[in-house]
């Protein structure tokens, strides 16, 4: 059954998405500390929406709304007790429904080494675009996909 996504409410969710991130891979692998994950997710140019099972955050996604690539997906994370339920599936389709009321495309990178991930969005209809070589550790890649619905010549905002 799907869960509820809403904006994140509080420092309290915050720090429940920081924790999240950075006892699971590929934050461990990537050398990310809960303080570092607290400010990503804390960042006020980004945007934090986190899926709520009960009281309890079961999930997140952060996205890029500025820039150079606006639409991009920073982070998804799902709890481990929530993994394999459709909750990584429903996260995205809610970011590609808030992406596409202002752009025409979304972006994301995902570690090289995070195969599953990288299955997941190939399955949701993420494009390969090419690879960020030793982009943030040394040894394992950050590659570029990009989900479309046509290109921004086409493209009207939606309010």
């Known amino acids: 059954m799907p869960l509820p ?9 915050r720090a429940a998405c920081a924790r999240m991130m950075c006892e699971t891979d590929p934050w461990i692998t990537l ?4 303080e570092r994950c607290l400010a990503a997710v804390s960042d ?9 099972d009960g009281a309890t955050v079961a999930g997140f996604i952060l996205i890029t709304m500025k820039g150079q690539f606006p639409g991009y997906i920073a982070s998804v994370c799902v709890a481990p007790n929530a993994r394999g339920t459709g909750l990584g599936t429903q996260l995205v389709a809610f970011a590609e429904a808030r992406i596409h009321r202002e752009s025409p495309n979304v972006f994301l990178c995902v570690s090289s080494f995070n195969h599953r991930a990288r299955a997941l969005y190939e399955r949701l209809g993420f494009e390969y675009v090419g690879a960020l070589k030793d982009y943030i550790v040394e040894g394992h890649d950050e590659l570029l996909y990009r989900k479309t619905i046509g290109p921004w010549s086409d493209f009207t905002p939606r309010q």
């Open 44 to 52: 006020s140019g980004r945007e934090l929406y986190v899926a709520r």
């Open 31 to 34: 050398g990310r500390s809960f």
């Open 5 to 13: 996504i809403e904006p994140a409410r509080d420092d309290a969710d």
